[in-house]
């Protein structure tokens, strides 16, 4: 293996990206490329090469098996980080420097015109943005936990709201800014902000925030936080997929996610939409797991089992498998490989506390060549005045209820589908209740819904297995005394009680959340007028989970998951401002004329 390190690559606009080039031994080529564009410093290993064995690969040991197998393998700092030249700003130079670094690969004797692209998360985001551009030579991609099909739906906002791990992961990173890293003054002061403090104290404002040592971090992640509406600002390539779906080149693409990931949903519409607009094979694996951690059986306090890991059981380990995608799809190959769906169905399990502490919810792994599954159907199940969830319609003539929203002691987020949140809040799944080691939580380790803020609802135990396999919605039928609000939805797996939980274990399967300015149009907020009926649409991100007989099926409503999302004010002021918050008096509908309900995508049990 001959090496290459730090080439500077120019960009269109004169600015040089370092990049490590790895070139196979002993021949000149030309060979077909695998590139990982990467802000986490392309020296280092990634957290993506954590195997099963304990192994964790450095990007020498991943170039030598890259190499070995006859490709090029490139390593490449994104603009603004670490060896690289200009100013970082969060996701929008992706696209383009994509484009420009591909277009300068092609350029190069030892490449043969044929590039794939690899890596998780920021590295899922650099290549879906280049790809948008349809930058030449691009003909593979593996996407592992990102690539933003819209994120001002997924990743930066949701349902209107501002995602807080943009914060924390900006207060992270900017401790390893070219600013920080050249002045330990600089990296001393962030490393004194007390960040647990700060989110008690949002929205933050310009120099007033942990971030104002690097003021270039602060101005992108406080941008972010003002673009309420769905503007142009979220057109841009390298964080709208949708609006590029139809310039998206036909090729292999290897998609990977997770259940309680923070980006279920852009997975899903990023298969969906390659599927429909080509012809290329597709690869789709969505596991039990948190963000990247394919090799951990367990999320939060919950095991999933032995079988829930990616290594030894969906393939031989990650790496094997995207060095066979490569193969398959960059090298001359006698057949095209057949469309596969591999997706794990949480549950099953025998709901006891393991050695670990943490309750055995089981699982298996499902097979198939198409998602959602075949024989999927919709279920319907309404809220009623009783707290029940059930198929029986609603015939009350003016059912509802109310409760206080008050943006000074929001409801706590406990788990959930998200990444990014240390040291402040952590994703994966929980017993909903206020424990004391959660941000913001009574602590007195009470029941979550049990809070005169919370309205919970749910279905008598369940006579047979329920198999929740899809997409999730919420039909809301609301009114409030404020001009604008937040409503959030929670479906949870209620584990009857037992000798290891005495009060049962409510699991949390999946959440979302709606601004009510936004329930008719993402463009153009409308205001609530206070008192008048209206419907909102809460749309978590899609699971699969089996609903054991002997469970309920649960759903929890209320106006705010913090510190998951920022707090709405109820003042209907401006997203990022809060300067006159207000008390909200929020209230469900629940009659025969104003039916809120829960649809869930089912598959029958016979069919898997």
């Not at 918050?581 to 089912?602: E, F, I, K, W």
Request: charged share 20%; net charge negative; with cysteine.
């Amino acid at each position: 293996m001959h090496t290459l390190h730090n080439q500077m690559v120019p960009m269109r606009d004169g600015i040089h990206l370092a990049t490590d080039i790895y070139l196979p031994a002993g021949s000149d080529g030309p060979f077909p490329v695998v590139i990982e564009r990467t802000p986490y410093d392309k020296s280092k290993p990634s957290r993506s090469e954590k195997q099963l064995d304990g192994q964790h690969l450095s990007r020498e040991q991943m170039a030598a098996r890259l190499t070995e197998r006859g490709f090029v393998a490139i390593f490449q700092d994104c603009r603004g980080r670490y060896a690289s030249e200009g100013l970082f700003t969060k996701y929008t130079a992706e696209g383009e420097d994509g484009f420009d670094t591909l277009a300068w690969i092609v350029r190069q004797p030892w490449c043969n015109g044929k590039i794939g692209s690899m890596g998780l998360s920021y590295a899922a985001h650099t290549q879906l943005a280049m790809a948008c551009l349809h930058p030449p030579g691009l003909s593979s991609m593996v996407l592992d936990s990102g690539g933003f099909a819209n994120a001002y739906q997924c990743g930066i906002r949701q349902g209107g709201a501002f995602e807080l791990k943009q914060a924390t992961w900006a207060f992270r990173q900017a401790k390893e800014s070219p600013a920080a890293l050249a002045d330990p003054h600089i990296r001393q002061a962030l490393e004194h902000e007390d960040i647990d403090q700060w989110f008690t104290r949002m929205p933050w404002q310009p120099g007033q925030s942990p971030l104002r040592h690097v003021p270039e971090y602060e101005a992108y992640l406080l941008d972010q936080w003002a673009q309420g509406d769905f503007s142009d600002y979220w057109r841009k390539s390298g964080i709208y997929a949708e609006g590029h779906y139809s310039r998206l080149p036909d090729i292999p693409v290897l998609f990977m996610s997770s259940w309680y990931d923070a980006y279920v949903s852009s997975t899903l519409a990023n298969y969906n939409a390659f599927e429909h607009n080509g012809t290329a094979n597709l690869r789709l694996v969505m596991g039990p797991w948190l963000h990247g951690d394919r090799n951990i059986s367990h999320s939060g306090d919950v095991e999933f089992g032995p079988q829930a890991v990616f290594d030894g059981q969906v393939d031989r380990d990650w790496l094997s498998c995207r060095l066979a995608w490569f193969e398959q799809s960059l090298k001359p190959s006698p057949q095209p490989a057949k469309a596969r769906v591999d997706v794990f169905l949480m549950g099953g399990g025998n709901g006891k506390r393991d050695h670990n502490g943490r309750l055995q919810h089981g699982g298996r792994w499902l097979q198939s060549t198409q998602w959602p599954l075949p024989g999927s159907q919709a279920l319907t199940l309404y809220l009623n005045a009783q707290t029940q969830l059930t198929q029986s319609a609603p015939s009350d003539l003016d059912a509802h209820m109310s409760y206080i929203a008050d943006p000074a002691h929001p409801v706590p987020t406990i788990g959930g589908a998200l990444t990014s949140g240390a040291p402040v809040f952590v994703g994966g799944a929980f017993d909903q209740r206020e424990r004391a080691d959660f941000f913001g939580t009574r602590g007195d380790n009470s029941p979550l819904n049990e809070r005169e803020d919370v309205l919970s609802f749910q279905t008598e135990p369940l006579d047979e297995d329920l198999i929740v396999a899809g997409s999730v919605q919420i039909e809301l039928w609301i009114d409030s005394n404020a001009p604008d609000t937040d409503f959030t939805a929670k479906l949870v797996d209620v584990y009857p009680p037992s000798i290891d939980y005495p009060d049962g274990f409510a699991m949390n399967i999946t959440d979302g959340i709606r601004r009510c300015r936004y329930r008719e149009s993402w463009e153009q907020p409308t205001l609530l007028t206070p008192g008048e009926r209206v419907k909102v649409l809460i749309e978590p991100f899609a699971t699969c989970n089996l609903f054991k007989r002997g469970h309920r099926v649960r759903l929890d409503i209320a106006s705010s998951n913090f510190p998951r999302f920022d707090v709405n004010p109820n003042s209907g002021e401006p997203s990022g401002q809060a300067s006159h918050p207000r008390v909200a008096r929020n209230t469900v509908h629940l009659s025969q004329g104003a039916a809120s309900c829960l649809r869930l995508t089912v598959v029958p049990a016979a069919l898997l």
